[in-house]
T-cell receptor
């Protein structure tokens, strides 16, 4: 069974641009959650989607948005990029909602650099 | 709301020595607790999880963790460190769906000295 796939693996953008990151969950998984990882801050929760509905959202500005498609694939969009958005963005999938005892399966992440 | 604190952003142990990574949590209800490991250039992998069964939880690669309610702790241990254990370790807490989020600690990078 294929794992969680995130594309692209690396991305370089300039301030003010927008970016879209993609996440394909493990087949059969209906929950996709997104995290921002930066040195010293660990993983910060962005949002979670389950069956195309956003279940929860972290404390990030409205420039960060996402969606989930009927095949459970998810995209995350960041508009008007700022230097502080440089981070590793991780996607995780699970069978059910993440905030239970479900095991999360993580992708390798998209490393975003904002210049 | 739940929270988790990992003591020590970097821990160094000699190969063969005991590994102890500390995690303290805060939760208004009995939590689910997890340890994840991240190897360089990879995503996170689940090491073990506590879901209110046995308080001593055994995970993969020889790791185990003990849930201590009185100390609100869930420390990760391994009797004998191996070079391949060098990675970043994250403790995480969930309030069993009430807040609908899993909260991760800031991570502890484990260095293994030869």
């Amino acid at each position: 069974k294929a794992g969680v796939t995130q594309t692209p693996r690396y991305l370089i953008k300039t301030r003010g641009q927008q970016v879209t990151l993609s996440c394909s969950p493990i087949s059969g998984h209906r929950s996709v959650s997104w995290y921002q990882q930066t040195p010293g801050q660990g993983l910060q929760f962005l949002f979670e989607y389950f069956s195309e509905t956003q279940r929860n959202k972290g404390n990030f500005p409205g420039r960060f948005s996402g969606r989930q498609f009927s095949n459970s694939r998810s995209e995350m969009n960041v508009s008007t990029l700022e230097l502080g958005d440089s981070a590793l963005y991780l996607c995780a999938s699970s069978l059910g909602p993440s905030a239970t005892n479900e095991k999360l399966f993580f992708g390798s992440g998209t490393q975003l650099s904002v210049l | 709301a739940q929270s988790v604190t990992q003591l020590g952003s970097h821990v160094s142990v000699s190969e063969g020595a005991l590994v102890l990574l500390r995690c303290n949590y805060s939760s208004s209800v009995p939590p689910y607790l997890f340890w994840y490991v991240q190897y360089p250039n990879q995503g996170l992998q689940l090491l073990l999880k506590y879901t209110s069964a046995a308080t001593l939880v055994k995970g993969i690669n020889g790791f185990e963790a003990e849930f201590k309610k009185s100390e609100t702790s869930f420390h990760l241990t391994k009797p004998s460190a191996h070079m391949s254990d060098a990675a970043e370790y994250f403790c995480a807490v969930s309030d069993r769906g009430r807040d609908d989020k899993i909260i991760f600690g800031k991570g502890t990078r484990l260095h293994i000295l030869p």
